[in-house]
């Protein structure tokens, strides 16, 4: 005896009834059953019907029960049918995340069990088992990987979730945004500890929270849904705009080790637009810190103008407030534009006054990364390597001791790339290896393909060629996702190296 089911049925276990658990039927299976109970339709109604049923027996007996071969029966209408009588067997529970999950921000369409659950303002262990009962009830399809998203089993069964949602469609998108800022903000807070956290005011905190613990589990977080930041954004510009400065701002390790740098730039420009014109304290640090943060991505874009313009304002809301440390980090922020600008004698001035503001304050990874600063304007200026070389080694030191280990490994790598340029090759090599070996470690791509790209340039020097070539290659590959101008760069140096050989 053949026994068929939506869902396992243990109490026959007893009885020897072994279980086997079926996939969707195939396209060719899909078709075969539509026909048999229609008897015949045209070929493109076939076809679209098949494919939104994405193979599940149900769905494709419900429509074709419901679908007729004339133009005024759609699709929507029949699959939205077809799932209606599943929908109807579920607990409260399940039912209320189904309909919850097909309003979630998602750049891909899947669902965050984590944000899903705290949504419908259920615990973990409750929302993972209503998320088991949609998957028993072929509504969802559980992640095939382990840190994976779940997914609606079409898109069907999407639109007819999004269909039911009423009443409780626009607090259950602000319980979500809620989540994932203050999340955001917990992991922001264990991937950079250095920064001064600012939270942001939540109407829903989240009573449970996913349990991030160390820098990596925090870097993981920001990594996964930062790739759906964006829709968020859009989330929160339809039903909670107060929430986006916060959310950027929160986000800030997620950019800085992305360098996806049109969409950091977007972000800032939206979060600033919904902030508007800061009315006391929190709002002004939060538009200062949103200001310089967008003047270190215009930077990067080579739109020094614009970036002077964001520090001297940030510099200015700082001063208003009478924040000294605000102070201390714009001064350090109009340093870097001016050096990118190659106004060397004015990014020392601004470094200078940062690091003394820094040391006043006791504030020593602000004075170590100005320090790092000043060693490479005067490098710049023309001081001696030696001594480049040394506030370097005090610079690394100092950001190590104070818990930033990213810029200490960028401050080892500067000092081997000075000592390679002052042609001491095998002293800068093992520098160069360690720092590479550190930004591994902290998943800083474009800072590991510069690193790379360095000690290619030592190995050439060298006459070790193969070596050259093939790092230049990982280096290219890495640039490709993060820097295109990079790219381009190392993509010539590697053709010009090869055509060498």
Known sequence: ??????????????????????????????????????????????????????????????????????????????????????????????????????????????????????????????????????????????????????????????????????EEQIIAIRRALDWLTAETTAAARLAVPYRDPLDAPLAFPPPHRIGITTASQALDFLRLRGAHLDAALTAAEGHHPGIVPFLVFAAWPYYLRTRHYREWLDHHDRALTALGTPAHDTERRLYRELLGARATVLRALDRIPEALADCHQALATAKETGDRAGIAQHHYGLGATYRQGAAHVLARQHFDRARRLYLDLGRHRGAALAHLELALTDADLGEGTATVADRLSVAERGLLATGDPLNSHKARAWRGRILATDGRLKDARPVLTSALEGFREQEARLWEARTLAWIADIDKQCGHTGNAITLLRHAATLYERHSPADHAKVTAALRDLQSRT
């Not at 067997?89 to 750049?107: D, E, F, K, V």
């Open 1 to 166: 005896m053949i026994i068929t089911a939506r869902r396992a049925l243990p109490e026959l276990i007893a009885a020897g009834v072994r279980h086997h658990r079926l996939g969707p039927l195939s396209a060719d299976a899909s078709r075969e059953l539509l026909l048999s109970i229609v008897g015949s339709l045209p070929r493109p109604r076939i076809a679209e019907l098949t494919a939104a049923c994405q193979g599940i027996p149900q769905a494709l007996v419900l429509a074709g029960a419901t679908v007729h071969p004339t133009p005024r029966t759609n699709t929507e209408t029949a699959v939205s049918a077809a799932f209606a009588d599943t929908y109807s067997a579920l607990n409260t529970q399940a039912a209320r995340i189904y309909r919850i999950a097909a309003l979630l921000p998602s750049a891909d369409l899947t669902i965050d069990l984590a944000m899903a659950g705290a949504a419908a303002g259920l615990d973990p262990a409750a929302a993972a088992s209503a998320f088991s009962d949609l998957a028993k009830a072929r509504l969802l399809c559980a992640p095939v990987t382990d840190g994976g998203r779940w997914e609606f089993v079409s898109s069907g069964a999407r639109a007819h979730a999004a269909s039911l949602a009423g």
